[in-house]
């Protein structure tokens, strides 16, 4: 066990839990206070980390993920749905004629990128919730802009799909989807941030080099 | 306040959390027990609103953005950086020989799409966490595609600081670059789902109609 902890970084207190609460299956034992840890714990304690780090994903989830992981079945668009829902936000829906107005407009957006997709989803509830959201505040400038956002998404997607089609091994295409889904989130978020301070810093710097504040620090 | 709960959809037991947690300035006492709010009280219920759903917010980051844009100060592109800043998940930095050649993709990436960042910025952590795990888990298809995901970031981005520059109203670029981040990594995430699913259908779904599962529900 403190080879696995040397081999990914991760404490030999935290494997213990992890072992505990079922995210690792054991190793295989050699003595009564030995056991031997193979490769493939070297990855599940991998993928664990980058669910509970980047994902920012409960125990419970990532359990729920792993036997999802382990246990697949079904065709593989049916695999790629659950668990692409399985990192989706659960959302409540929102009721009233704002609410019904919001709806309409994240219908006719994705319309309009020629995607289809059931209105009760928790996508598309967090697209209404986020159009009604902007609305109220008066966003006017971004509701303007929704379409360049999708079009965005979808080439987001298209290079997501791309990497998961290219995968030998039909069994981590569907652990692609999942963590490529969640750590993407992160990475696009972070990248568009980054994006954001150096055209922040075009625009408003008004001298070059006022501040120096375009590094983003 | 019964009235202020009907304009905001948001519970009385909530409101008078909101004001003791000071989330909320109080309203103008009329009476001993009764006090007039007004339209601001309204649009400041919507922001903590959003900035809880949306962005997952604590209440502690809710107050210190929103004294964050009660108070700002200071010239423009250095508010929208303490603002986005604001929006971005610390991290810790990594350490070892890999996070270093990590830490250094992540430099080229930014570096070929023209894009200066302190490396020890969060964003700049995140992105070298994320390409670390990539790496480490073997997603060989998700690293060639880093420039895409990076040129979807910038179009995001651009949208973004279109939409800020747009507002007649400095006090609300600031408000704009911390709830249209928040809630747009919301909105992007979303629209990436919806769009996978699609291209999901189009690849794996060999036979049109097969299982239906298009509707991405």
Do not use: C
Not at 53 to 78: Q, V
């Amino acid at each position: 066990m403190a080879e696995l902890s040397r081999a990914t970084g991760v404490s030999v207190p935290m494997i213990k839990y992890y072992l505990r609460e079922g995210l690792l299956p054991g190793g295989e034992r050699t003595s009564p206070n030995q056991a031997r840890y193979g490769q493939e714990h070297v990855r599940r304690i991998q993928l664990v980390r980058a669910m509970a780090d980047y994902a920012g994903l409960s125990i419970a989830d990532i359990r729920t993920l792993l036997e999802h992981l382990d246990n697949p079945g079904r065709g593989l668009h049916d695999q790629l749905g659950a668990a692409q829902k399985a990192v989706t936000p659960r959302r409540e829906p929102g009721e009233g004629e704002q609410w019904e107005t919001a709806a309409r407009q994240a219908g006719e957006l994705i319309a309009r990128h020629g995607w289809v997709q059931n209105p009760d989803s928790p996508a598309m509830r967090t697209v209404t919730g986020v159009l009604l959201t902007f609305a109220g505040l008066g966003y006017d400038g971004v509701l303007a802009r929704l379409d360049e956002y999708a079009e965005a998404a979808a080439r987001i997607a298209e290079a997501d799909l791309a990497a998961v089609a290219e995968r030998p091994d039909p069994e981590k295409m569907v652990e692609l989807v999942v963590v490529g889904t969640s750590l993407g989130d992160a990475l696009i978020a972070s990248l568009r941030r980054i994006a954001q301070s150096n055209a922040s810093a075009r625009l408003f710097l008004d001298a070059p080099g006022e501040g120096g504040g375009s590094d983003g620090s």
